[in-house]
């Protein structure tokens, strides 16, 4: 009964490539979030969606794509990707009036 | 705008002493203040949360923050340590609006055996 579930856990590709992370969370929520955690440890947030409607977006490359079929679902697509892409990367999702998140084990993306 | 710092990146205790790992905060707004711990290859999980109620806040694993505005500060502490608490702890802050939560760069807890 995993609250926040990300797939694949781990994801290495070659650059250039085209890949997707799935994010799925049970837990009602109707906001949802992407971070990216980097070889330091920083996180720092992607996209965040409530309702289907994109509602953060930091400078983050539009090779990024946030996808969310339903609300319990935000999928990461990323096109051409290049080497500083590696990182690890946090599905998390929140209630509305909620400030906490709860958050997925992480996707581990190197690109060789 | 928000931002955290934490003031140490590494704090090394012996097992059975106390922690601190130490936080400062800027918000615009009264912020929600948290404390997440990342174990090795795991995710983020809430430790405690301070949302304007009391300002001593106990967590879970007998960790406990004490919200000080005056000090702008949201230290965290336990009063003995275990080789369990290895791990790397985020102070966070969500200063309200659309831009979700910001994260301090990380404290190393490092429990000497």
């Known amino acids: 009964d995993t609250a926040v579930s990300q797939t694949p856990k781990y994801l290495v590709t070659q650059m250039g490539n085209d890949k997707s992370i799935k994010c799925e969370q049970n837990l009602g929520h109707d906001t949802m979030y992407w971070y990216k955690q980097d070889s330091k440890k920083f996180l720092k947030i992607m996209f965040s969606?409530?309702?289907?409607?994109?509602?953060i977006n930091e400078t983050v490359p539009n090779r990024f794509s946030p996808k969310s079929p339903d609300k319990a679902h935000l999928n990461l697509h990323i096109n051409s990707l290049e080497l500083g892409d590696s990182a690890v990367y946090f599905c998390a999702s929140s209630s509305r009036g909620a400030n906490e998140q709860y958050f997925g084990p992480g996707t581990r993306l190197t690109v060789t | 705008a928000q931002s955290v710092t934490q003031l140490d990146s590494h704090v090394s205790v012996s097992e059975g002493t106390p922690v601190l790992l130490r936080c400062n905060y800027s918000?615009?707004?009264?912020?929600?203040l948290f404390w997440y711990v990342q174990h090795p290859n795991k995710g983020l999980q809430l430790l405690l949360k301070?949302?304007?109620?009391?300002?001593l806040v106990k967590g879970i694993n007998g960790f406990e923050a004490e919200f000080k505005k005056s000090e702008t500060s949201f230290h965290l502490t336990k009063p003995s340590a275990h080789m369990s608490d290895a791990a790397e702890y985020f102070c966070?802050?969500?200063?309200?609006?659309?831009?979700?939560?910001?994260f301090g760069k990380g404290t190393h807890l490092i429990i000497q055996p």
């Open positions: 918000s615009s707004y009264s912020p929600s």
């Open positions: 969606y409530n309702n289907k409607e994109l509602i």
């Open positions: 966070v802050v969500n200063g309200g609006g659309a831009d979700g939560l910001t």
């Open positions: 301070y949302t304007s109620a009391a300002t």
